[in-house]
């Protein structure tokens, strides 16, 4: 590579870095367990990873098969079908919530009836946390195992069912196993993108402690409140995001190592 695009690419590393490095120099080391262990964060905490895995959960369960439908069926549209459920990846945040809101609300398109017919609210819930981080952290999962599902040899399922092997006895045994890495890179994708997610909830699910405030908002009081303290959450939040991007190295876009293992 050539010395100038080594220097610019320099200068890109540090731009991603400084901001880290800077949020570990102002770090107060002597109270960063005092903070950690107070009430507040310990419970913001507890229901970010809580809502978060809630969250990855509803993913998987309608992600997958999102992500099938657009890999394996043509139809007409399927283009701004893809584009459609993959908006809230780039959609602002609070937007998103926004949108959630005239739609879940307790006035909403749909949210109305749920109120009405089954008692249902979501907005200003735990429930409605959940709801808000899977609208943003579900394309995640969709994008990679779409992209797994669209490399994945089709001969191999044909082989299963030339066998006398049923179509869900093939997706259990062949698809499945041969897209692990990625279904478990963009499980845990989305995962980090709804442990991390702010704008949507606070504008849809609001701010109470205990109920609907998640890690980044505590972060965001804390910023107003107590500085320190809120360098010391940041940094936990930065970790596990950082931990999450190193542990999936090459996964990220569902791309399968090595022979695809057919489970007995």
Do not use: H, K
Not at 38 to 52: E, I, K, W
Not at 166 to 175: E, F, I, K, N
């Amino acid at each position: 590579m050539p010395f100038p695009a080594l220097v610019l690419a320099g200068i890109a590393v540090a731009f991603f870095a400084l901001p880290l490095i800077g949020l570990l120099w102002r770090a107060p080391w002597g109270n960063a367990w005092t903070y950690l262990t107070d009430d507040t964060a310990l419970t913001a905490l507890r229901l970010s990873v809580v809502t978060s895995l809630c969250a990855t959960a509803l993913s998987i369960v309608f992600g997958v098969p999102l992500a099938w439908l657009l890999a394996r069926v043509e139809f007409p549209g399927r283009g701004a079908v893809r584009a459609l459920c993959l908006l809230s990846m780039v959609l602002p945040p609070v937007v998103g919530g926004v949108a959630l809101f005239f739609a879940l609300g307790r006035r909403g398109l749909v949210g109305q009836y749920l109120d009405e017919w089954f008692g249902i609210t979501l907005p200003f819930t735990t429930a409605g946390v959940v709801v808000a981080q899977t609208f943003v952290s579900m394309p995640f999962l969709v994008i990679t195992v779409e992209a797994a599902l669209r490399l994945l040899d089709p001969r191999l399922e044909e082989a299963a069912r030339t066998l006398g092997a049923s179509r869900w006895y093939t997706v259990r045994r062949v698809t499945v196993p041969a897209i692990r890495p990625a279904l478990v890179a963009g499980a845990v994708l989305a995962w980090a993108r709804a442990l991390g997610e702010f704008g949507a909830t606070i504008t849809f699910a609001g701010n109470f402690p205990g109920t609907t405030q998640t890690m980044p908002l505590a972060v965001y009081l804390s910023l107003e409140t107590n500085p320190e303290e809120a360098i010391v959450l940041a940094l936990v939040m930065i970790a596990i995001s950082f931990g999450v991007l190193v542990g999936l190295r090459d996964r990220w876009f569902g791309s399968v190592d090595g022979p695809v293992q057919v489970a007995p």
